[in-house]
């Protein structure tokens, strides 16, 4: 079974600068895409980044521009460079991974960590 740990949450203030981790663990798999979504209060969850396994980047409009992601595939890590941010960026970030076990590709939710931007 393959384990999620996020990391890198807090509280900033409006322009200042995060950068989110998460890290896949656990039995042997073969991660696929990694992605960020986040929920802010009373809201959906929304998409914010992919990254495919050959390195292909799909953002949100809202972070075009200010967000980047990026992954260490020798680490089972996906990053998330998040600058300039907003009040509006106040939410829970939650990676999402799928991977292939054995011939099954599933696909598995971090814990969230929290992000809070200040005015």
């Known amino acids: 079974q393959v384990q999620l740990v996020e990391s890198g949450g807090g509280l900033v203030q409006a322009g200042e600068s995060l950068r989110l981790s998460c890290a896949a663990s656990g039995s042997p798999f073969s991660i696929n895409n990694m992605a960020w979504h986040r929920q802010a209060p009373g809201k959906q969850r929304d998409f914010v980044a992919r990254?495919?396994?050959?390195?292909?980047?799909e953002y949100a409009e809202s972070a075009k521009g200010r967000f980047t992601i990026s992954r260490d595939n020798a680490k089972n890590t996906v990053y998330l460079q998040m600058n300039n941010l907003k009040p509006e960026d106040t939410a829970v970030y939650y990676c999402?991974?799928?991977?292939?076990?054995?011939?099954?590709?599933?696909?598995?939710w971090g814990q969230g960590t929290q992000v809070t931007v200040s005015a």
């Open positions: 990254i495919t396994t050959s390195g292909n980047i």
């Open positions: 999402y991974v799928d991977y292939w076990s054995g011939l099954s590709l599933r696909g598995i």
